[in-house]
């Protein structure tokens, strides 16, 4: 009932609606139902300007993908089905699953950065913890290298977001959001042609704090060594031809 209101309604009340769904995926006998249906409904208004509505669709995503207390919601959602269902979900404005999850992450460490006092701290710390976790199951499906391209070509979504950001938390999170995703092959060699996003890698190497170097240089090795990897694919090509 609360997913189909969702899908319609004043603004006054997608808030109550998803007030009540962050409660009622916090509690622990409720949290065993199948809540695919309200999960795509929430990704699809993560995109509101509305303070509330994203502080509540915040607290219901991160309670989802908590598997701290529970696997069980967490394991429906990796469900290969399941999976493909979110990944083939659309916002209204046509912006995916892939690209709605990069925005909750921003979101989320904006609101830290801004966030005075710690339990709260610590509790969107957990959001971006239990995100990148969906993203590390997410990466071996085929559609999220398709959704993930888009937002790495031209003039890369991506690339712009990395060297805007004055965030410690939304730098430090899309570093560790480059870390799992270099581990997709075709993106992985898609970064390695781009020398604006090696040059922002190389940047991080010098960083003052050790988390933002040991990632960028765990980045660096990983798209270096397949770039190591083609190279002796290609010698192996000419040998044999020769």
């Keep these: 009932v609360l997913a189909d209101k969702l899908s319609h309604g004043s603004p006054r009340l997608l808030v109550e609606c998803s007030n009540c769904l962050s409660a009622v995926s916090d509690v622990e006998t409720l949290r065993q139902i ?3 249906r309200p999960l795509l409904q929430i990704l699809q208004i993560l995109g509101s300007s509305e303070s509330e509505l994203v502080k509540h669709c915040l607290g219901f995503i991160g309670n989802v993908a908590s598997s701290s207390r529970t696997t069980v919601i967490i394991q429906r959602l ?3 089905g399941l999976t493909g269902r979110l990944l083939k979900a659309n916002t209204s404005a046509g912006i995916n699953c892939t690209e709605t999850l990069i ?3 921003l979101q989320t460490g904006d609101i830290k950065e801004k966030c005075a006092f710690e339990q709260q701290k610590a509790k969107l710390s957990s959001t971006i913890d239990h995100i990148l976790n969906i993203f590390r199951r997410f990466v071996d499906h085929p559609k999220f290298a398709q959704q993930m391209r888009p937002l790495i070509s031209g003039h890369s979504k991506f690339n712009e977001l990395m060297r805007s950001s004055t965030s410690i938390t939304v730098s430090l999170a899309l570093l560790r959001l480059v870390d799992i995703v270099a581990d997709e092959p075709s993106l992985r ?3 390695h042609q781009d020398t604006t996003f090696m040059d922002i890698i190389r940047f991080y190497l010098a960083h003052k704090q ?3 170097s040991e990632l960028a240089r765990k980045i660096l090795s990983k798209i270096e060594d397949c770039d190591s990897s083609m190279q ?3 010698m192996l090509d000419e040998h044999y031809m020769s």
């Design 210 to 212: 050790p988390e933002f």
């Design 189 to 191: 060699e898609q970064w």
């Design 34 to 36: 199948e809540l695919s």
């Design 78 to 80: 990796i469900d290969s």
């Design 103 to 105: 925005n909750v992450t």
């Design 232 to 234: 002796l694919a290609d």
